[in-house]
């Protein structure tokens, strides 16, 4: 299934249209909503029983320091995890900038394949990106 960019507000509602589609489809009590830490909040979300174990923030294929200048640039990924471990959906907000959300795209399909099967539960997966001059 494609990625898809939206606007902030777009993606509050998908995120909450998803995960009711998500109960409806899997029961309340077999959504699992887990994070991908960014590195700096790691050491805060490693206490959370939230942070998907196994599966390590991957970083930028790219990091555009030419145009991030005066920039700060985050951008919100959500990622539906079927219970065979496949992604089934990509939503992030879109930077507005070409250039970042193409990279956002080329990152987030490298988390294809590296999550473990999880027999009857559905996971909605949450991350960050952040993109600045320094």
């Given at each position: 299934?494609?990625?898809?960019?939206?606007?902030?507000?777009?993606y509050?509602?998908?995120?909450?249209?998803?995960?009711?589609?998500l109960?409806?489809?899997?029961?309340?009590?077999?959504?699992?909503?887990?994070?991908i830490?960014?590195?700096?909040?790691e050491?805060?979300?490693?206490?959370?029983?939230?942070?998907?174990?196994?599966?390590?923030?991957?970083?930028?294929?790219y990091?555009?320091?030419?145009?991030?200048?005066?920039?700060?640039?985050?951008?919100?990924?959500?990622?539906?995890v079927?219970?065979?471990?496949?992604?089934?959906r990509?939503?992030?907000?879109?930077?507005?900038?070409?250039?970042?959300?193409?990279?956002?795209?080329?990152?987030?399909?490298?988390?294809?394949?590296?999550f473990?099967?999880?027999?009857?539960?559905?996971?909605?997966?949450?991350?960050?990106?952040?993109?600045?001059?320094?």
């Amino acid at each position: 299934m494609p990625s898809v960019a939206l606007d902030p507000e777009a993606y509050t509602q998908e995120f909450a249209n998803i995960y009711s589609e998500l109960v409806a489809k899997c029961g309340a009590d077999n959504v699992v909503r887990l994070t991908i830490p960014h590195p700096e909040e790691e050491l805060v979300s490693q206490i959370s029983e939230s942070v998907a174990g196994g599966v390590v923030w991957i970083a930028p294929v790219y990091l555009p320091k030419d145009i991030l200048t005066g920039l700060e640039i985050i951008v919100p990924v959500t990622l539906v995890v079927d219970s065979d471990g496949t992604i089934s959906r990509r939503r992030f907000v879109s930077s507005n900038l070409a250039i970042i959300d193409g990279i956002i795209l080329q990152t987030i399909d490298l988390y294809e394949g590296k999550f473990e099967p999880l027999p009857g539960k559905c996971r909605l997966v949450t991350t960050k990106y952040k993109f600045s001059d320094n």
